[in-house]
């Protein structure tokens, strides 16, 4: 009789085990889920059902992760940090694949987890869409500066290095948010770049303004500098992120209980936004508060400068120009740095479109708006088929003509590319 009851305790506790590990799975037997969506796909019909979580938000994740003797979810973040526990109603355990592997010949072990954060407003991949949107935008801003001579002065050359490397760090970005990663060294990889040239983008944008300011302080800023000078920028506007890049690389997998970014543990970006604040934000505050010191002390030698002088038109264009440049990258991010301090609201999701989609404004300001630029174009005969709009445009006067840093060659007369 004991001998049964023991029995008996024995089998219910085996099925009940048995039970609690289905519950924790995704996906009935014979389904898969798909790669970025969270429903389980059934091959041979070719339908897909919901996972049973219940949460909005969701991660996955590829390794790093064991059930303990409770049938909680253990995430192993790395040595140096203590491993996450996950109730066992925020999780479930599944294979993954693609649409089309019909054979479920690829399939891989994935732990989906209920993310601890608020509901998002708008889908992430439609931000990835608008920033291709802005990426376009961005390379046709690089086209126009590159293939005519005219625009490559010391400022174009630098206009040229900013879009390039921001164009880059959203494209890296798009990459991220559109597709899912397997591999964490290839994703570590995709972080650190997306940080790098985010950052360069913040240092180009520093070193136009330093060239405002320069060319305040030297009359003669009418003279050839050549590719000398520029370099100098280069140095600086490339060279700061590539240091800051090495150090958060170094910081990040040196081994201690410190402030670690996080990209490549599991995650292509930073833990969470404190760390984001901790490397990336701050860096990007600080160039703007020093973008913002040059204008007030570039404003004031500006004052100085006698009202007839043609230099204090000049100048004053182009800092004006540089300021527009400046404040439609920066006060996007101003407002994200914001939000990250913030509950999600509507209000903050519509900066995030606005900030996705600043190469459309970069292009504006610095192709369409600019006169000089659409002189050149149309000298170069790209813009024939609206000749009449475009002489209409250029009558009034420019305050730029005739003052430029060149490092190739001078204006030409009209000559079709």
Not at 148 to 170: H, M, T, Y
Not at 252 to 276: A, R, S, T, V
Request: aromatic fraction near 14%; glycine fraction near 4%.
């Amino acid at each position: 009789m004991e001998l049964n009851y023991i029995q008996t305790l024995f089998l219910f506790v085996v099925v009940g085990l048995d039970y609690v590990i289905a519950e924790s799975k995704c996906c009935p037997p014979g389904q898969v889920l798909l790669m970025r969506k969270d429903v389980c796909w059934e091959p041979t019909a070719n339908v897909t059902e919901p996972i049973p979580l219940k949460c909005k938000v969701t991660i996955r994740f590829i390794k790093n992760y064991y059930l303990n003797d409770k049938n909680q979810l253990k995430l192993h973040l790395g040595e140096d940090f203590d491993d996450e526990t996950v109730d066992t109603n925020s999780y479930c355990l599944g294979n993954h694949t693609t649409i089309r592997d019909v054979n479920l010949t690829n399939t891989k072990a994935v732990a989906i987890v209920c993310a601890d954060e608020e509901e998002e407003i708008i889908d992430d991949r439609i931000l990835g869409y608008t920033m291709i949107i802005s990426v376009i935008f961005l390379v046709m801003t690089i086209f126009v500066y590159s293939f005519l001579p005219e625009l490559r002065d010391v400022q174009g050359k630098s206009i040229i290095n900013f879009c390039i490397s921001l164009a880059i760090g959203l494209g890296i970005l798009v990459i991220m948010k559109l597709m899912t990663y397997y591999d964490m060294g290839w994703c570590a990889t995709r972080g650190f770049l997306a940080y790098f040239f985010l950052i360069a983008a913040f240092f180009w944008s520093n070193a136009i303004s330093i060239q405002v300011l320069i060319n305040t302080r030297r009359p003669a800023i009418s003279m050839d500098h050549g590719w000398r000078h520029f370099k100098f920028y280069m140095l600086y506007a490339w060279g700061c992120p590539i240091v800051l890049t090495i150090c958060m690389a170094i910081v990040n997998f040196y081994p201690g209980k410190h402030q670690k970014p996080g990209i490549g543990l599991n995650h292509c970006w930073f833990f969470n936004k404190h760390q984001q604040w901790y490397y990336m934000y701050s860096i990007m505050f600080l160039l703007l508060v020093i973008n913002f010191c040059i204008f007030i002390y570039t404003s004031i030698l500006i004052w100085r400068i006698p009202v007839s002088s043609s230099l204090k038109r000049a100048v004053k264009y182009k800092l004006g120009m540089t300021v527009q440049l400046i404040v439609l990258m920066g006060l996007p991010w101003v407002f994200e740095m914001i939000s990250s301090l913030a509950p999600k609201h509507i209000i903050w999701t519509i900066m995030d479109i606005i900030n996705t989609l600043q190469g459309i404004l970069i292009f504006l300001l610095l192709v369409v708006f600019r006169k000089r630029v659409i002189k050149v174009m149309y000298k170069h005969g790209w813009l024939d088929c609206i000749s009449n709009y475009v002489e209409k445009y250029l009558a009034t006067k420019d305050d730029e003509e005739n003052v430029v840093q060149h490092t190739d060659v001078p204006m030409n007369d009209r000559t079709v590319l």
